[in-house]
């Protein structure tokens, strides 16, 4: 008998929140529809005043929990279900502060409230729990990775270029997974506030600039990139705070167009020398997030590592898709009762649960 579940995943740009509708039939699964939902002006303003505050007020938590569940219907309509036949629901949140090392990491969207709204059993907590046992509480699609290497027939390994970036890669027979720092968050902040743009279109203003190497080494010297995984970092470290003083200490002039060149190599670099740790005899790499559209550092990435590049994995899985998908594979590990304990991945140190259902 099939069984539906649903994930559901936003990313730090907050373009959109992402649905994925999930069959699971005899432990196999298979996406049935994914969706995208924009947000309305407003909600994204109030979503990012929240971030910079590091506080949610309690109406914008309404308008969010509200928002959440209208699109979760919409995706239930639009596939001629019913509530009935979802048996639950995936939801990490939109992060509101990340701070494994203070074992905090707070997020927006009431679960209480969505799931009253819903009827449907809803599994939230997923950073939370992984926190509480020794995790980092990030990134958790690596338990899915893990999960479809065991599933696939070549073994793969995984990039995802959002906000930040996070990799899966083998090591010893074995897969880890972690944050390697800023994909995109640095690069479309800059683009706003230099540009008037939400992003850099396939690279198209980098491209222009060229790379200013003494602040590109500046950046590549922050001490994260010198931490052994587990790690997972975010907006509280790698803000435009952080841009800001690493360009004014370079103690000189550096142009708009220079800049952006510069954090977009900031990606690239920071993203290969991590990838080339893979110890996979066979390197072949899934890439996928929101910075596939960004060419030029997708050809920066895959012209600095071996790895051949895999455009299309089994399941129904999408570039688009996976992130949402992964959080509906784990309200399904959750609802049925099984227990997670991959230490490799976030550094969770027990055998637990992922999440609490509401």
């Known amino acids: ?108 969207g009431d679960p209480n409230k969505i799931k009253s709204f819903l009827n449907i059993p809803l599994v939230a907590d997923f950073r939370q729990c992984d926190i509480k046992s020794g995790g980092q509480g990030a990134p958790l699609t690596g338990y899915f990775h893990e999960f479809l290497n065991k599933k696939l027939s070549k073994k793969i390994s995984f990039l995802n270029l959002g906000g930040f970036a996070n990799i899966s890669i083998h090591r010893a ?34 491209k222009k600039g060229e790379i200013d190497y003494q602040l590109l080494k500046r950046m590549t010297s922050d001490s994260f990139f010198r931490e052994n995984h587990p790690k997972s970092t975010g907006f509280e470290k790698f803000n435009m705070e952080w841009l800001d003083r690493q360009v004014r200490l370079t103690g000189r002039k550096i142009t708009n167009e220079n800049i952006l060149t510069t954090l977009t190599y900031f990606t690239i670099t920071t993203i290969a020398q991590e990838l080339n740790k893979d110890n996979l005899r066979e390197k072949k790499i899934f890439v996928y997030g929101g910075g596939v559209n960004n060419q030029l550092i997708v050809d920066g990435i895959l012209d600095s590592i071996k790895h051949k590049r895999v455009k299309k994995i089994n399941f129904g899985i999408s570039e688009k898709n996976l992130e949402a998908t992964a959080f509906a594979w784990l309200s399904y590990k959750r609802i049925k009762g099984q227990k997670i304990n991959s230490p490799m991945i976030t550094g969770k140190k027990s055998l637990s649960f992922l999440g609490n259902i509401y």
């Open 173 to 206: 027979g074995k897969i880890i997974s972690y944050d390697t720092g800023p994909a995109n968050y640095l690069i479309d902040n800059w683009c706003k506030r230099k540009f008037q743009r939400d992003y850099d279109k396939n690279g198209s203003l980098a």
């Open 1 to 108: 008998m099939s069984e539906y579940y649903i994930g559901i995943m936003c990313g730090t740009s907050l373009d959109s929140l992402d649905i994925s509708l999930v069959r699971f039939k005899n432990r196999n699964l298979l996406v049935r529809s994914f969706h995208t939902y924009l947000f309305t002006d407003l909600l994204k303003r109030k979503i990012l005043k929240s971030k910079n505050l590091k506080k949610v007020s309690e109406s914008t938590q309404n308008d969010i929990s509200k928002f959440i569940s209208e699109c979760v219907v919409k995706t239930i309509r639009k596939n001629k279900l019913r509530h009935s036949d979802i048996y639950g629901v995936g939801y990490p949140g939109i992060t509101l502060n990340h701070n494994p090392k203070k074992k905090t990491s707070t997020y927006m």
